[in-house]
């Protein structure tokens, strides 16, 4: 190789960590979507030079290529059934190719450990600094801790706190892992108190289904723990979170459920959406009326697809009656994927999701105490708080979704490709 090609391939290298480091550390604030727009075509220029240039990018299955096409062809497929059919391109564009791009835009570009360690530092500086803007957000609106009076949404959504709320829960069970994958005790001690910064940022959105979801995070890390015999630390997880549950429920923090009546489900099925809203529905009862709005839609003919795109829903059931309740989006990313894909796009989706956690759960078993064996852990216990966020609203879209993709692919550079590349530039005896 030229020196010339050499200093081109280097120059490249950088290019191709700088633009997914922008990315990792500007996904989670608002009004970004320039510097958005310089990280994606980065990554397109490396990979363009790298695959018609250099030609040295050697293709490693991910195990995803085929869940990945059946999700893409039943996206396509209820294009023609859309309400609006340019939204529906737009949402395909934006929320299926672009994600699935960069997910392997991460995944072929990463060649080294240092490299996905690079993008984690990255990922948790930039959660130090939304966690320090939540503080001073929250303070200065004279957010009560123990009482809702204002919820913190750090660099995203000031004062909504869903969108931060999901920052966290995606960012904390990396942290968490870290604690123990690090050989420093001075790293472990400083990722703990990051650790403990993220969790603060957490409650201070007042998010319901955050607090849900890191339940159900904390019950998996216990469940990982006791599995590879740490017992100690497994144990310790548990009694936190029993403590933590019962000081939640005291402190009414999931306050709709202590003061509504819950219907049961044959009532629910009974019910028509106007009558589980009522006159003056809390967010609660909005959500658990939309959900209804959407059964009875896909219970018509479960197969038919509305048309991809969030944003749909409400334009297509939204009448007179139901005005006052019905949003844009079902707040249920399940529901909302079978609106609009019909069941076989739904099962398509489900076979995406089934797809991710068995790679991540088979190497996670298969390896060793390795910084893959820990990401997979940090990325199997993310992704099940990512689901419960995503079973009360649309979350698995926007600037959430392209960080997700990024971060499972950095999880299988490290599960498949680094470890090929390796064994490929071992020398054979």
Known sequence: MSSGALRTDNWMGRLSLFSLCLLMFILPIAHTATLRAVGVVGVLLVLLYRVCIRRNIRWTRTGFEYPFLAFCLAALVSVPFSSNIRESLGEIKGEVFLAMFLFYGAYLLLDREEDVLLLVKVLFAGSLVFSLYS???????????????????????????????????????????????????????????????????????????????LGVQFIVATVMLLVNRRWVAGFLMLSFLVVGGVAYTQKQMFRELQTESMPSLEEYMYRTPVEIAGPNPSSMKIRFAMWKTAIDEIAKNPFRPHGFGRFLFGAQVRTLQNNHFIYDQTHNTFLGMWFELGLLGFLAFMWMIGSFLHACWRFWRASADSLAHWFAAGLMTMMAGYWVNNFFASFDADDAKILFMLLLGMGMALMRRIPVRKEAAEPSC
């Open 135 to 213: 503080f001073y957000d929250f303070y200065r609106h004279d957010g009560s801790f123990f009482v809702h009076t204002y919820r913190a949404g750090g660099l995203r959504d000031p004062g909504g706190g869903e969108c931060a709320a999901l920052y966290h829960c995606m960012v904390i069970p990396f942290l968490f892992w870290g604690i123990f994958y690090c050989r420093q005790r001075w790293q472990s001690v400083g990722l703990f108190v990051l650790f403990l910064i993220n969790l603060v940022g957490l409650h201070m959105t007042f998010t319901r289904a955050a607090y849900l979801a």
